[in-house]
């Protein structure tokens, strides 16, 4: 009996010496040094600019498309074709009011004057047009552009027989 207790003896004393021994983790590497920056820091977080609002140009013709756009240019007009305006518009603002003045002759006659409150959000094409059935008196004509008052574009034309 003593045999069997001397080896159980032993083999809970090998249990206990291999068995409970942890495994040793590979020491951490140093933790390196912070760098340190020359730039000055900031908290603003990075978006978008907003791109201010502007008339970009103004085209005229005697057609336009779907999307606003001059599709048949022109700067010299018929008596009764219908003048357009195109103006091509970017940035954005809550809100502009973009003025088209049509004058007539030298003494710049009104003949006629529109109003487009728009929102732009970014580039857009807006129209403006002017029409005379019975036909318009030949001669130098001009459009004048605003936004909120401001000159923003005008454009030259004529009316030709």
């Not at 942890?22 to 933790?31: D, H, I, L, S």
């Not at 791109?51 to 008596?79: H, M, N, Q, W």
């Amino acid at each position: 009996m003593r045999f069997y207790r001397t080896t159980t003896l032993v083999l809970i004393g090998c249990l206990a010496l291999f068995g409970c021994k942890k495994k040793e983790e590979a020491a951490p590497p140093p933790a390196a040094a912070p760098e340190v920056s020359t730039a000055p820091q900031t908290s603003v977080e990075a978006t978008p600019a907003t791109v201010p609002f502007k008339v970009s140009s103004v085209d005229l013709g005697k057609a336009i498309g779907s999307d606003k756009k001059i599709t048949e240019p022109a700067t010299t007009f018929g008596p009764k074709d219908t003048i357009y305006a195109s103006v091509a518009t970017e940035g954005a603002a809550p809100s502009v009011k973009l003025h088209a003045k049509w004058t007539f002759g030298d003494a710049g006659k009104v003949v006629k004057e529109d109003d487009l409150n728009i929102a732009p959000t970014g580039p857009a094409t807006n129209e403006f047009h002017i029409s005379k059935p019975s036909g318009w008196p030949v001669g130098k004509y001009k459009v004048e552009i605003t936004a909120d008052g401001n000159p923003a574009g005008s454009k030259d034309f004529e009316v030709k027989k």
